[in-house]
């Protein structure tokens, strides 16, 4: 893996896959809460044949040693984001982002604009996750302020079961049902994820709650990819449309029997989906 420094001596970790092409735009892959640069990888190795692919490693993320006291808000990753354009990609970027990493795509955008930027692929996100009386379209459709500070306190309490809570009480039976029997496939989240930063996540998922990007959709002016699953643990298809609606130009697809990780259940049908995506973009 590269390394990049940041203002606040944080190392982002990244790797880069293919050459820059005069024509086509690198593909920057943002991975969602918890996770790491593996979650993309078995997507960046095909797609470097056609394009110059980054990803990374989001800060507090990926198993490295960070700092105890290092920003973890959603603006301060848009910033990371920016000076790894601004270093690894000499053309405009296509950025794809599953669940956090959608919103961290949105926080870049309402910081930094589109001018560095050809496109944007948005997997599985609300841009307001918390929900309200007037907001039905966040997590579980149910999710209130009441619901994020229980959900807060019991990442202190413990933080990788809070994790598979998450996952298991919500809109997906099947996923409710592993964690009851405690699937094999539950096990190894569970050893995985109590093995991770806990407080550096919580203050996270702090800054990741309290945003709304709702407001922002229809001012982006790049073309857009979204995909979304239809049994997705979070969010209904009701959500997938109205940010279609919200959105000036995209393009929507619903993945069948996939969860809030569409990619991961159809890995040729998303690896075709985006290159044929950014092939139409150009630079």
Same mark, same amino acid.
Not at 242 to 263: C, G, I, M, N
């Given at each position: 893996?590269?390394?990049?420094?940041?203002?606040?001596?944080?190392?982002?970790?990244?790797?880069?896959?293919?050459?820059?092409?005069?024509?086509?735009?690198?593909?920057?892959?943002?991975?969602?809460?918890?996770?790491?640069?593996?979650?993309?990888?078995?997507?960046?190795?095909?797609?470097?044949?056609?394009?110059?692919?980054?990803?990374?490693?989001?800060?507090?993320?990926?198993?490295?040693?960070?700092?105890?006291?290092?920003?973890?808000?959603?603006?301060?990753?848009?910033?990371?984001?920016?000076?790894?354009?601004?270093?690894?990609?000499?053309?405009?970027?296509?950025?794809?982002?599953?669940?956090?990493?959608?919103?961290?795509?949105?926080?870049?955008?309402?910081?930094?604009?589109?001018?560095?930027?050809?496109?944007?692929?948005?997997? $599985?996100?609300?841009?307001? !996750?918390?929900?309200?009386?007037?907001?039905? %379209?966040? #997590? =579980? &459709? /149910?999710?209130? +302020?009441? @619901?994020?500070?229980?959900?807060?306190?019991?990442?202190?309490?413990?933080?990788?079961?809070?994790?598979?809570?998450?996952?298991?009480?919500?809109?997906?039976?099947?996923?409710?049902?592993?964690?009851?029997?405690?699937?094999?496939?539950?096990?190894?989240?569970?050893?995985?994820?109590?093995?991770?930063?806990?407080?550096?996540?919580?203050?996270?998922?702090?800054?990741?709650?309290?945003? $709304?990007?709702?407001?922002? !959709?229809?001012?982006?002016?790049?073309?857009? %990819?979204? #995909? =979304? &699953? /239809?049994?997705? +643990?979070? @969010?209904?298809?009701?959500?997938?449309?109205?940010?279609?609606?919200?959105?000036?130009?995209?393009?929507?697809?619903?993945?069948?029997?996939?969860?809030?990780?569409?990619?991961?259940?159809?890995?040729?049908?998303?690896?075709?989906?985006?290159?044929?995506?950014?092939?139409?973009?150009?630079?």
């Amino acid at each position: 893996m590269e390394t990049l420094q940041t203002p606040d001596n944080t190392a982002l970790r990244f790797v880069s896959l293919g050459d820059e092409l005069e024509h086509y735009p690198t593909l920057v892959f943002l991975h969602g809460w918890t996770a790491n640069v593996r979650e993309w990888l078995p997507f960046a190795t095909p797609l470097s044949e056609h394009f110059h692919t980054l990803c990374w490693d989001a800060r507090g993320h990926g198993g490295h040693l960070y700092d105890p006291q290092i920003q973890m808000d959603i603006g301060t990753m848009a910033d990371d984001l920016d000076l790894l354009l601004e270093h690894h990609s000499s053309g405009k970027a296509v950025l794809i982002g599953h669940s956090m990493g959608a919103l961290t795509g949105w926080e870049y955008i309402r910081r930094h604009g589109t001018d560095k930027l050809a496109g944007f692929c948005i997997i $599985d996100q609300s841009p307001k !996750l918390v929900t309200d009386e007037t907001w039905r %379209l966040g #997590i =579980y &459709g /149910d999710f209130n +302020q009441q @619901y994020n500070q229980g959900f807060l306190q019991r990442l202190d309490e413990d933080f990788a079961e809070a994790v598979l809570e998450l996952v298991a009480n919500g809109l997906n039976p099947r996923s409710r049902e592993n964690y009851q029997a405690n699937s094999h496939g539950f096990q190894q989240m569970r050893e995985y994820l109590q093995q991770l930063p806990g407080p550096l996540l919580r203050d996270c998922w702090r800054s990741l709650s309290s945003q $709304d990007y709702r407001d922002l !959709l229809p001012s982006i002016d790049v073309p857009c %990819l979204q #995909i =979304y &699953g /239809d049994s997705s +643990q979070f @969010y209904s298809q009701e959500l997938a449309q109205w940010v279609f609606q919200q959105l000036p130009d995209s393009r929507l697809l619903t993945y069948e029997k996939a969860d809030h990780s569409p990619h991961l259940w159809h890995k040729d049908r998303f690896v075709y989906d985006l290159k044929q995506f950014c092939l139409g973009l150009g630079r």
